[in-house]
């Protein structure tokens, strides 16, 4: 994904890096194909644990961590070829979606814990329990979950009590709804929302923009847009 590279072209130019296949233990350079069947064949679940024990080595004791979601174009049309595509209707059936990425990470190292894909059309409070379960799986000591508004509700603070204990901190503000032109009204049903309405530190949660500048680095670093033709291969 970082060069931009398809199975054909990292086939091709695998011999311009000798220090890859001599961590690979051979010399003979793979087929594009076995390249292609190794991916496909490649468990999801590896991959996590994969990204599991790379965090392991830069988290330490006591881990705060941010949970946010972002989305990678599964196309790289142009925004002008799109905008023609909608002046004649058939922009659904010649772009594809994009993927959503939910991603669980360290606030001080800025590692990424765990990541969860899914399909775009699904509410971010809808993959809080999955990452969340993926994150538990790691066995870092996390203490502490940020979230935004839009993980807001009963059962994102019930399931994070439920996988990581009854003493985990969550930090996730109540949303705020607009009923008139003057008047704002916080809905606050539920008893641990209504805890956290009381027990809310802005200061603790103030870190939780810190898995935005997380977003930021891996969309700049490996660019906003996957190659992977269906959600197992994103």
Not at 57 to 81: I, K, M, Q
Not at 84 to 101: H, I, N, P, W
Not at 145 to 166: M, N, Q, T, V, W
Not at 192 to 202: A, E, I
């Amino acid at each position: 994904e970082w060069l931009a590279f398809t199975y054909e072209k990292l086939s091709a130019q695998l011999s311009s890096f000798p220090e890859i296949l001599r961590l690979g233990n051979t010399d003979k350079i793979p087929h594009r194909d076995t390249f292609r069947k190794f991916s496909k064949r490649t468990p999801k679940e590896t991959i996590d644990k994969v990204i599991g024990e790379a965090a392991r080595l830069l988290c330490g004791p006591d881990v705060v961590v941010a949970v946010d979601a972002t989305g990678f174009s599964e196309s790289n049309a142009s925004r002008h070829y799109v905008k023609r595509l909608k002046q004649f209707g058939t922009e659904d059936s010649v772009v594809r979606d994009y993927a959503k990425a939910t991603l669980v990470g360290d606030v001080k190292s800025k590692a990424i814990i765990a990541c969860d894909v899914s399909p775009s059309r699904v509410h971010d409070s809808k993959r809080f329990e999955p990452v969340l379960r993926l994150a538990k799986n790691t066995k870092i000591g996390i203490t502490r979950i940020l979230a935004d508004k839009g993980y807001d509700s009963e059962f994102s603070h019930k399931i994070a009590r439920e996988i990581f204990g009854p003493e985990i901190d969550t930090q996730i503000p109540l949303r705020v709804f607009e009923t008139t032109q003057r008047q704002r009204t916080i809905y606050n049903r539920g008893n641990l929302r209504r805890n956290m309405k009381r027990r809310f530190d802005k200061a603790k949660y103030n870190f939780r923009s810190i898995i935005e500048t997380i977003n930021s680095m891996l969309k700049r670093k490996m660019g906003d847009m996957v190659r992977g033709r269906n959600i197992k291969s994103v």
